[in-house]
């Protein structure tokens, strides 16, 4: 799977301009969150990679289902073996397009709204999705930062009757991705 991932970055680098900036991350940070009045249930995940080619808009990210990291480990092994089956769907996928790139300036520094819209792939089911983050740039670098919402439903992950008060129908995702030129 890393090679896929490793493929898909250098053809969303090779298909840009010469003249583009491609920005990489090989660790990015995703957190997701699930409330319930019965309990909090919180991932961490610090190995998500990332590529975005300033020019086209063109945005990948690549998380390992495996790298999230819970508190409990019976919360992290439920997740991988019975909720996202991280065996069979070894990673998720979003493959999209800032669609208002003409308003960000990767030559100045400065907070940039950013709307993004793609394909988001999660226990193997892929959702169109649009949402906003905000990108800043600083001395070469774009952080990247997004709030949003996830049903659960959406993607057939299927929650056990057993723990169904535990887990909410939609997780709250968090992005947080510090990408750096890429130098040839």
């Known amino acids: 799977m890393k090679k896929t991932l490793n493929l898909l970055l250098l053809l969303l680098l090779m298909a840009s301009s010469v003249t583009a900036q491609r920005y990489i991350t090989k660790n990015g940070y995703i957190r997701f969150f699930s409330s319930t009045p019965v309990e909090d249930i919180k991932a961490h995940n610090r190995q998500v990679q990332a590529a975005l080619n300033s ?106 009757s057993s723990v169904r008060e535990n887990i909410a129908k939609e997780v709250k995702v968090t992005v947080d991705c510090k990408l750096k030129k890429f130098k040839k």
Do not use: C, R, W
Not at 122 to 137: A, F, R, Y
Not at 144 to 152: I, K, R
């Open 55 to 160: 020019e086209t808009g063109e945005v990948v990210f690549k998380v390992l289902m495996k790298s999230f990291s819970f508190k409990k480990a019976l919360m992290q092994e439920h997740f991988n073996e019975k909720f996202v089956e991280s065996d069979k769907y070894p990673n998720s996928t979003l493959k999209g397009k800032i669609t208002n790139i003409d308003e960000i300036d990767f030559t100045k520094n400065g907070e940039y709204p950013a709307k993004v819209g793609g394909k988001l792939t999660i226990h193997g089911v892929t959702n169109s999705i649009k949402e906003e983050g905000t990108l800043t740039v600083e001395g070469g670098t774009v952080h990247a930062q997004a709030e949003f919402m996830v049903t659960v439903a959406d993607y057939d992950i299927k929650i056990p």
